[in-house]
């Protein structure tokens, strides 16, 4: 199994509060992704990273900010918690081996976050 | 119309049978195709990997591609109980690389 540990793996928290998740690898993996998974819409990214400090956004980045000031880190960011952001969250890595179109994404076990 | 459509099933089928999941993608210049195979609570998990047309087989599964039909396929042979999961396709577009999942087909696997 890939490297990938996220944290925490459950939170519930009050909305308007600021919420930090974290992505952990220990694979060195050049790439690194947020995804958000729900019922109707399934998995979809919120951001990327292509390298330390290099990020973009995805399709549903509105209210999340992120931030990698390490190779093995990626941290998502609700700055002002809504309970719309109530969702499954998985981390996901891939690395570069010249064409990064053909290297498949690796998945994290998921945070499980309740906006109440 | 979706990036990347599937069923959603339930498909359910018997055991040992053969189960068929497909998938539908717009963009043609695509050029990476995946399914993953996600449990009811846990995170997607990578079962194949296509990127040329044709059929390519790894033990029971067999992942078939038709760009030209913009059409990918799983085939899981004799299916058990334990195949019962969600199976996503997810695409990966050539400008950026970004992976775009289908809704996920949910299979069922009757003993």
């Known amino acids: 199994d890939a490297g990938i540990t996220q944290s925490p793996r459950h939170k519930v928290t009050e909305t308007g509060t600021p919420v930090t998740l974290r992505c952990h690898q220990t694979e060195n993996h050049r790439y690194m992704y947020w995804y958000r998974q729900d019922p109707g819409h399934g998995l979809r990214l919120i951001h990327y990273s292509y390298g330390v400090k290099d990020t973009d956004k995805g399709e549903v980045s509105d209210g999340y900010s992120v931030s990698r000031s390490k190779t093995e880190d990626f941290l998502l960011t609700l700055e002002s918690a809504t309970s719309s952001q109530t969702s499954v969250y998985f981390c996901a890595i891939s690395e570069f081996r010249g064409q990064a179109i053909n290297q498949p994404q690796h998945f994290g076990d998921g945070t499980r976050l309740s906006i109440l | 119309q979706k990036e990347v459509e599937q069923n959603s099933g339930p498909l359910s089928v018997p055991e040992g049978a053969i189960a068929s999941l497909n998938c539908t993608y717009s963009d043609r210049v695509s050029q990476s195709f995946f399914w993953y195979r996600q449990y009811s609570g846990k995170s997607p998990e990578l079962i194949m990997s296509?990127?040329?047309?044709g059929d390519k087989e790894d033990g029971r599964f067999t992942a078939q591609l038709n760009k030209a039909s913009q059409y990918v396929s799983l085939l899981i042979r004799d299916s058990q109980p334990s195949d019962s999961a969600t199976y996503l396709c997810?695409?990966?577009?050539?400008?950026?690389?970004?992976?775009?999942f289908g809704q996920g087909t949910e299979l069922s696997v009757k003993p």
């Open positions: 296509i990127y040329s047309n």
């Open positions: 997810a695409v990966k577009l050539r400008l950026g690389g970004k992976l775009i």
